[in-house]
């Protein structure tokens, strides 16, 4: 047992007054199917109450909760402080009194959250006084990420026009919340409620109680509930409501000096950081990886970030390294750096602004940059704000990544989010190795140009030590800029600028095979049912995010010119194309599936007929193991975005075929992975009756062919995995 936890208990016990702070659901209580039917049970009131009733303690219980549900739960027990609805409501001796809040009234996007509520099974809305909480905890795995999505878009839309509320993320729910509220704003309501110099503690399990640990003062006691795998304010950790009710009687018996017995639960203090003993290696990215969770289902995003922690987790292991990122909160006021250095990896993080995510997230990174680095400049658009608010989070990013690493350690960022962090880091003394690995592609020239910052972006880009890119093609664009734009000299190694080398590299990034490869038996009941309904015919199979990137509607429009050219295969072959929800996607995705639904509809009324459906669409999240058993099912594995860095599924479908008898893939020209692929059918998605006409090749393919061209490309995604990626980047970026 770590010493400190009970020093850290005996601090508590020993202090001369106690606020105890505690969050109901998922902290004192356990979670349950629906709010309704979490009660608390006699023996934890009881507990409160004698609490409540000891010298030298004030409990308060600080709950996101309505007002009359936390008065049901707990309003009978004496001397007990209620905040409900995360502050908006508070209780004391004098009774119920509402925080003084002006804004508009959230009955419109309760309106809407319903109308995405009601179709699917086990979601709940529920309406407070000051915000809205959509609870998904019931519904289906393979409908939740695209509520999430749909959600998080409506209410995001509609909080650009009432900027005094924002979306809060919890344990399976989702609340948009006027931004008064906050449990944060209830501390100082119960500091007024206790002697000066009280100890503070308070016990917290998810993004809301952020709020609460923020407000506390560094004498006080933050205590972070569950496993939940991400960095936080708190200073210790216990594991569940039963080690918090076992915690709070032992100090019960502490505070009433009576010798606890049993089985105690002690809170495990969480390992920290400290300021003289800075990390020799820091990745930065703009959100932190995420473990995938079973509940939520494993989207492409989990995925493919998953990837990029198996490729980086040695090394990070190796070194002690953290991985700095964005917390995913929103919060007004000084920035704070958390840092949780008992995870794997080690990783910290910081709130954003909330006008941060619009100006910076959404709009300079993902409708400025990504447009135009994808080759859409019809879609890209400039906002001199947002291009502040990018400098701006560049600059805390660099700020926040100098408080970790030594002065002379290596520093990994990660992609079109922080191009600016380099030079940043270098003007506060960083002297150390600086690399960027660009996972999008970079476009020529001329498209790069129109960006009016272009000058200031590659002045960024060359302030790195390493810039590191998919393919050549993307390297030789950023060489050609930086020979034209500030007139750099081309080098055998990179660009030569200012009298110092800056390294220009080549590191396609691959994937873990082996899971792919693998046949789950929990899967193939689904695909036997996909196969039952396919009654023998070929199966054409796309599985992307819902991005105009990733040439969806191109792909649907040539499979029915295919129709229309070869009538010989109607009735002969299926395509399912797979649209996996991602909140990467929320500005276009509205726009995007409207279009493919459409497309879809005309596709099947004019090909279709009683017996075979041409298209099948669907809009969900699938885990690997799903995924893997409908590449090995899919005669071709249709993969044509417009452009991609790299384009990870392609890869994937590889992998999973059976070597005796694969499938064949048909790839864009433009993706990144077409530079390894060398097997695949190369196709071109703005050609309709080329793409077409590629598909029938494709499905004509012969066996003996078929397994020629998929033998070497397996094997070349066999040894391609993260870990290579990651150590030849390293080796790399750290040669002298």
């Given amino acids: 047992m770590d010493a400190r936890g009970p020093k850290l208990l005996e601090t508590i016990a020993r202090a001369p007054h106690v606020a105890l702070i505690l969050d109901l659901d998922g902290t004192l209580i356990p979670f349950a199917a629906t709010p309704a039917q979490a009660t608390v049970d006699a023996p934890t009131h009881e507990l409160v109450s004698g609490l409540a009733r000891t010298p030298g303690v004030t409990v308060a219980v600080v709950s996101g909760r309505k007002r009359e549900e936390l008065e049901a739960r707990l309003g009978d027990v004496p001397g007990v402080l209620l905040a409900a609805e995360h502050g908006a409501w508070r209780r004391d001796e004098s009774g119920w009194a509402q925080l003084e809040l002006h804004g508009a009234d959230p009955a419109p996007i309760e309106r809407a959250l319903r109308a995405l509520a009601r179709p699917r099974a086990g979601a709940l809305v529920e309406r407070k006084t000051w915000s809205v909480t959509l609870h998904f905890r019931r519904v289906a795995e393979s409908e939740r990420e695209a509520l999430i999505v749909e959600a998080s878009d409506a209410i995001e839309t509609w909080a650009r026009e009432h900027p005094e509320y924002e979306l809060l993320e919890g344990d399976q729910v989702l ?16 500091r007024g409620h206790v002697p000066p110099g009280s100890c503070f503690v308070a016990l917290g399990d998810d993004r809301t109680d952020e709020d609460t640990f923020a407000a506390l003062r560094d004498e006080d006691v933050p ?77 492409e995003r989990a995925r493919n970030v998953g990837g990029l922690v198996s490729g980086l987790a040695p090394a990070l292991a190796a070194r002690g390294g953290v991985w700095l990122g964005w917390s995913g909160g929103r919060r007004p006021g000084a920035l704070e750096l958390a840092v949780d250095a008992s995870s794997t990896p080690a990783r910290a ?73 380099a030079a940043s880091m270098r003007a506060r003394g960083h002297s150390g190795p600086l690399g960027l690995f660009l996972h999008i592609p970079f476009p020529a020239l001329d498209l790069f140009e129109t960006i009016p910052w272009s000058r200031a972006l590659l002045d ?26 500030a007139r750099a000299t081309a080098t055998s190694s990179g660009v030569r600028v200012d009298g110092r080398e800056v390294r220009v590299g080549v590191f396609p990034l691959g994937i873990d095979a082996a899971p792919f490869e693998e046949i789950d038996a929990a899967t193939e009941g689904e695909i036997a049912e996909l196969q039952a309904a396919l009654r023998g015919r070929r199966l054409v199979l796309g599985v992307d995010r819902l991005d105009y990137t990733k040439g969806i509607v191109e792909r649907l429009d040539a499979f029915g010119r295919m129709l229309e050219l070869h009538p010989e295969w109607r009735g002969r072959v299926s395509m399912l194309q797979v649209a996996v929800p991602s909140r990467a996607d929320v500005p276009e995705y509205a726009e995007q599936r409207r279009a493919i639904e459409t497309l879809v509809g005309r596709i099947n009324g004019e090909h279709g007929e009683a017996h075979w459906m041409p298209v099948r669409y669907v809009y969900r999240s699938y885990g690997r193991g799903q995924l893997a058993a409908l590449y090995r099912a899919a005669d071709v594995g249709y993969v044509t975005p417009l452009r991609d860095g790299m384009n990870l599924v392609a890869k994937e479908y590889v992998a999973a075929q059976h070597p005796t008898s694969p499938g064949v893939l048909l790839l864009s020209r433009f993706a990144g992975a077409a530079d390894e ?41 066999r040894r391609s995995t993260p870990e290579v990626w990651a150590d030849a980047f390293l080796h790399e970026l750290e040669r002298r």
């Fill in 175 to 190: 609340e948009v919340r006027h931004r008064g509220a906050h449990k944060g704003s209830a501390v100082e309501w119960v």
């Fill in 223 to 299: 205590i972070l509930v569950g496993d939940a795998d991400r960095p936080t304010r708190a200073k210790a950790r216990l594991d569940d409501p039963r080690a918090v009710r076992s915690f709070l009687r032992t100090l019960l018996r502490a505070r009433q000096e009576v010798d606890p017995s049993g089985e105690l639960a002690i809170p495990r203090p969480l390992p920290r950081t400290a300021p003289d003993a800075r990390a020799s290696f820091l990745v930065i990215s703009n959100r932190l990886p995420d473990a995938p969770s079973a509940a939520a289902g494993e989207s």
């Fill in 349 to 421: 993080s910081f709130d954003f602004h909330p006008e941060w995510h619009t100006r910076f997230y959404n709009g300079f990174a993902n409708r400025s940059l990504w447009p135009i680095f994808h080759g859409f400049p019809g879609r890209a658009r400039y906002d001199e704000s947002e291009w502040r608010a990018y400098v701006e989070v560049n600059d805390v990013f660099a700020e926040m990544a100098t408080r970790l690493v030594a002065p002379g350690g290596t520093v990994w960022a990660h992609d079109y989010h922080l191009l600016l962090v």
């Fill in 460 to 485: 960024g880009m060359l302030a790195f030590d390493l810039v590191g890119f998919h393919t050549r093609r993307y390297a030789q664009s950023f060489v050609r800029c930086a020979e034209e734009l």
């Fill in 677 to 717: 692929l060398e097997g695949a059918i190369l196709t071109n998605p703005h050609d309709r009756d080329g793409m077409a006409r590629d598909l029938v090749r494709a499905l004509e393919m012969p066996a003996e062919e078929r397994i020629a061209r998929h033998a070497p490309m397996l094997e070349r995604v």
